[in-house]
């Protein structure tokens, strides 16, 4: 039996009569509509209630499903600490999704759990369940900082749990919507938000699941949504089915966006397979962006190559260009995948013989030694957008009105503190923000005062 069915849900905790107070009958639509879930969840008498919240454990390459028999969890933080929840969950459904997860080699499971209680993107859509419906386990997932792909395949994979268990299981995607909205809000205002709020009403309510990949991280985070992850593993527990979908309701009056669509599958639809077509397109895509890069970007993709399948350091050959051989610098090598960085490491000034194999010595690094990430895969190679940056002089300034985001690159310096940003970056729209970013590469407070440097690179993509 495959997930029997899906809802997108918020979780504001004002939405609590408790924690609002009165305040929650502005948002009345959204309570109505939340009523509304409740009493389906319960018409369907789930075995057990998936619930991926934005607010459970998150970790950068890896997603946290929540172990041991049951957990506990109250509105204490919101000063409603009568609030309270106990929860069993169903621990041979997380086994299981554990062991599949393990058998593909993803990145999911139990481990590093740092806090058992049940957050609140958890116990807002429990708060509405449970007033209908007191039966069925739970299993809490949450998201991670992997790529929107990884987390519509941990949705298959807890189909694929369910099917294998023959369970009767529903999910909940708790997340919010864009939080700048309005400019009275608690976080502003900004254009991206009304943009992001309509997008995914728009693709949910159609149930257009291929179109949550095309939405750009960086208009996400200036939207600043909540639950684009979540909902993407929900779709993902829908691949290759038709679905029926309905939306409720959407409201934007406190500034934050809330949204809830209602979801069931009515059988099989080969035209759905909506990772499979998009990993094909992109497979094509940087195949022929591969064939027209330079003799730097295509040394890095070698490098990368030998490395991560044989764990061998390519050798620098004599028909590279004149310059990558005889000229010596500093140079960046970046990988990015789905979208979002996959490792960046690179040399302010040349730290061997030339360009050739500084590049090589770098591309290895950012594969398999970037702290930040853990090793490139092999199953991973085809799926790399590699860029190179080759470092000019490094020039000091005497303040940020010599800097320009978009042609220079920033050092920061406090004495042993020393931070580095490259111009030019997605998401990086001032000089303010690139001396910010850093500042915090290199340990150096917001307040502290840092010598500055600046330089230009020449990108090879």
């Given at each position: 039996?495959?997930?029997?069915?899906?809802?997108?849900?918020?979780?504001?905790?004002?939405?609590?009569?408790?924690?609002?107070?009165?305040?929650?009958?502005?948002?009345?639509?959204?309570?109505?509509?939340?009523?509304?879930?409740?009493?389906?969840?319960?018409?369907?008498?789930?075995?057990?209630?998936?619930?991926?919240?934005?607010?459970?454990?998150?970790?950068?390459?890896?997603?946290?499903?929540?172990?041991?028999?049951?957990?506990?969890?109250?509105?204490?933080?919101?000063?409603?600490?009568?609030?309270?929840?106990?929860?069993?969950?169903?621990?041979?459904?997380?086994?299981?999704?554990?062991?599949?997860?393990?058998?593909?080699?993803?990145?999911?499971?139990?481990?590093?759990?740092?806090?058992?209680?049940?957050?609140?993107?958890?116990?807002?859509?429990?708060?509405?369940?449970?007033?209908?419906?007191?039966?069925?386990?739970?299993?809490?997932?949450?998201?991670?900082?992997?790529?929107?792909?990884?987390?519509?395949?941990?949705?298959?994979?807890?189909?694929?749990?369910?099917?294998?268990?023959?369970?009767?299981?529903?999910?909940?995607?708790?997340?919010?919507?864009?939080?700048?909205?309005?400019?009275?809000?608690?976080?502003?205002?900004?254009?991206?938000?009304?943009?992001?709020?309509?997008?995914?009403?728009?693709?949910?309510?159609?149930?257009?699941?291929?179109?949550?990949?095309?939405?750009?991280?960086?208009?996400?985070?200036?939207?600043?949504?909540?639950?684009?992850?979540?909902?993407?593993?929900?779709?993902?527990a829908f691949d290759g089915k038709k679905v029926r979908s309905e939306k409720l309701s959407h409201q934007d009056v406190t500034g934050v966006g809330y949204g809830i669509c209602t979801f069931y599958p009515e059988g099989n639809d080969e035209e759905r397979h909506f990772l499979e077509r998009r990993e094909k397109e992109t497979v094509r895509e940087l195949e022929v962006k591969n064939s027209n890069s330079d003799a730097y970007v295509k040394l890095a993709r070698k490098a990368v190559e030998e490395y991560v399948i044989k764990r061998k350091h390519l050798k620098v050959s004599d028909d590279l260009p004149e310059e990558m051989l005889k000229r010596r610098a500093g140079t960046f090598v970046s990988l990015h995948k789905d979208g979002q960085l996959r490792g960046c490491i690179g040399t302010i000034m040349a730290t061997q013989d030339n360009i050739a194999q500084e590049i090589i010595q770098n591309a290895i690094s950012a594969c398999s030694r970037d702290p930040r990430f853990s090793p490139v895969k092999e199953k991973e190679l085809k799926y790399l957008e590699i860029s190179v940056d080759v470092l000019g002089e490094i020039e000091d300034v005497s303040g940020p009105e010599e800097l320009d985001v978009k042609r220079y690159g920033v050092i920061v310096t406090k004495g042993s503190r020393r931070g580095l940003l490259l111009p030019d970056l997605d998401g990086v729209d001032s000089v303010e923000e690139q001396i910010e970013i850093a500042k915090r590469k290199a340990g150096i407070r917001e307040n502290e005062d840092v010598e500055l440097q600046r330089f230009e690179v020449i990108r090879h993509y």
């Open positions: 039996m495959p997930v029997c069915a899906a809802f997108m849900v918020p979780h504001p905790p004002m939405i609590v009569p408790a924690i609002g107070k009165g305040s929650e009958n502005q948002i009345r639509e959204t309570i109505d509509a939340y009523e509304r879930v409740a009493e389906e969840i319960a018409e369907l008498r789930p075995e057990t209630i998936i619930i991926t919240s934005p607010h459970s454990i998150m970790y950068a390459d890896y997603f946290h499903i929540s172990p041991k028999k049951k957990a506990e969890g109250s509105f204490d933080r919101f000063n409603a600490s009568q609030v309270k929840f106990s929860e069993e969950y169903d621990s041979e459904l997380v086994d299981k999704i554990c062991e599949l997860s393990g058998r593909e080699d993803f990145p999911a499971g139990t481990l590093g759990e740092r806090d058992p209680r049940l957050d609140h993107g958890t116990m807002v859509p429990l708060w509405f369940i449970r007033k209908h419906y007191k039966e069925g386990k739970i299993v809490r997932i949450g998201l991670s900082g992997l790529p929107l792909t990884d987390h519509y395949r941990l949705g298959m994979i807890i189909n694929e749990t369910v099917e294998e268990l023959d369970r009767k299981v529903v999910i909940v995607a708790s997340g919010d919507l864009s939080h700048k909205l309005q400019t009275y809000g608690p976080y502003g205002f900004a254009k991206e938000g009304p943009l992001y709020d309509e997008r995914i009403m728009d693709v949910c309510s159609r149930a257009a699941f291929g179109e949550l990949f095309d939405f750009d991280e960086d208009f996400c985070d200036k939207a600043a949504e909540c639950g684009h992850r979540s909902f993407v593993i929900m779709a993902g």
